[in-house]
């Protein structure tokens, strides 16, 4: 009888377990879509129960409030398995333009998969402390990404001489940061091809050593 109880107990877990990630899964979804709907300080918990298909206290057992579920979806973007592949890209690049172009279109993906969140953290920012706290963290983590890049540059011997690297790790904080992309494609409806051809040309003029070494 324990045998066979003790065999049956890992299958009814499982089940568990699938059923309550299915369950965070569609808090989430609909937590962001009422978000983008009709912004993050006029939803409550009871709509977000209410598109999800579940009760109240299940929101906040499985997600936490209204901050949590905001940290939770704005951690996607940095936890994007394309973070790290364009990360291992850029040290692997024995082209320095070749280095640019990878994390131009690393970050290019990482924001175009993840656009709605980052508008609507924007906005949460704004009147959510805890949301503004987990922005900062997502930006100062996202910062030292692109500071990858000026290290590889600085490898190749094609990092403008004089500059250094938290200089130039603010230049690409500017030219790829939260806002540019936001401005240029949300804004401004620019392509995200162009936009991404663009700020890498940029961030190359910046940041390379010209034909006469300056």
Do not use: C
Not at 35 to 44: C, D, I, L, R
Not at 60 to 89: C, F, H, Q, W
Not at 146 to 158: C, I, S
């Amino acid at each position: 009888m324990n045998a066979r109880t003790s065999g049956r107990r890992p299958y009814r877990n499982d089940r568990r377990a699938e059923a309550a990630a299915g369950t965070r899964a569609a808090i989430l979804d609909a937590a962001l879509s009422l978000f983008v709907e009709h912004g993050y300080a006029k939803v409550t918990i009871g709509d977000i129960a209410r598109r999800a298909g579940t009760a109240v206290p299940t929101v906040y057992a499985s997600t936490g409030g209204k901050a949590a579920i905001m940290t939770v979806l704005m951690n996607r973007g940095v936890d994007d398995p394309v973070v790290e592949k364009t990360l291992d890209e850029v040290r692997a690049a024995t082209d320095a333009r070749a280095a640019i172009e990878a994390m131009a279109h690393g970050v290019r993906l990482d924001y175009e998969r993840h656009l709605e969140i980052i508008q609507v953290m924007i906005t949460a920012a704004a009147v959510e402390r805890g949301v503004e706290e987990e922005l900062h963290r997502v930006a100062a983590v996202y910062r030292r990404a692109l500071g990858v890049l000026p290290e590889r540059l600085a490898e190749l011997g094609a990092l403008r001489p004089g500059l250094s690297h938290e200089r130039a790790t603010d230049i690409l904080w500017f030219l790829f940061g939260l806002p540019s992309w936001r401005l240029f494609v949300a804004e401004r409806d620019w392509p995200w091809d162009e936009t991404e051809r663009w700020l890498a040309e940029q961030a190359a003029a910046a940041l390379l050593a010209g034909p006469d070494g300056h």
